[in-house]
T-cell receptor, first 114, second 114 residues
Framework: AQSVSQHNHHVILSEAASLELGCNYSYGGTVNLFWYVQYPGQHLQLLLKYFSGDPLVKGIKGFEAEFIKSKFSFNLRKPSVQWSDTAEYFC????????????FGSGTRLQVQP | EAEVAQSPRYKITEKSQAVAFWCDPISGHATLYWYRQILGQGPELLVQFQDESVVDDSQLPKDRFSAERLKGVDSTLKIQPAELGDSAMYLCASLDLTGEETQYFGPGTRLLVL
């Protein structure tokens, strides 16, 4: 069975600090990888996704993630966070065609202090 | 921008009562998912539909949960009887098949069972 691990449960940063959130997955085939964000009081929104091709993917709001197949990782990065990035971040995976349900990690709560 | 609609947004009920949640996916999305998100965890699949047919309900507690999508458009998730452990956020998502397959989430229904 596939699984996703997010090791950072709660991260506190000051504005302008760099961000890296870890995500490791376990899956025995071709994977599709996603990062979703949930801002306070809002629904889950897609930040970025990887299906194939360039392992460095860029998403909305200056976020990027790198797929490292040998490490089964898909870490999320942002060079300079803003207070508005305060949210919960979820890494997710599915396999095959992409129509399968997503398996989510437990999430990382990011708090950015002004 | 089209969105997944869910209602109600909040529901408080007493244990042993019946509750129902409604989801209207983005127009044209044939694949629909119901996820449950317990506080502090990532969403977990309950049931997946392709048009009006159930594709995966392996994680649905069928003794008390039921889901239907009679005309292949909107969907209803029911719990009868509700238990204290059912308190959670119930999320609906639909799948965009244009380009890379991506799930879009609704705002969720937050259920509190007393």
């Amino acid at each position: 069975a596939q699984s996703v691990s997010q090791h950072n449960h709660h991260v506190i940063l000051s504005e302008a600090a760099s961000l890296e959130l870890g995500c490791n997955y376990s899956y025995g085939g071709t994977v599709n990888l996603f990062w979703y964000v949930q801002y306070p009081g809002q629904h889950l929104q897609l930040l970025l996704k990887y299906f194939s091709g360039d392992p460095l993917v860029k998403g909305i709001k200056g976020f990027e993630a790198e797929f490292i197949k040998s490490k089964f990782s898909f870490n999320l990065r942002k060079p300079s966070v803003q207070w508005s990035d305060t949210a919960e971040y979820f890494c997710a995976v599915n396999g095959g065609t992409g129509r399968r349900a997503l398996t989510f990690g437990s999430g990382t709560r990011l708090q950015v202090q002004p | 921008e089209a969105e997944v609609a869910q209602s109600p947004r909040y529901k408080i009920t007493e244990k042993s009562q019946a509750v129902a949640f409604w989801c209207d996916p983005i127009s044209g999305h044939a694949t629909l998912y119901w996820y449950r998100q317990i506080l502090g965890q990532g969403p977990e699949l309950l049931v997946q539909f392709q048009d009006e047919s159930v594709v995966d309900d392996s994680q649905l507690p069928k003794d008390r949960f039921s889901a239907e999508r009679l005309k292949g458009v909107d969907s209803t998730l029911k719990i009868q009887p509700a238990e204290l452990g059912d308190s959670a956020m119930y999320l609906c998502a639909s799948l965009d098949l244009t380009g890379e397959e991506t799930q879009y989430f609704g705002p969720g229904t937050r259920l509190l069972v007393l």
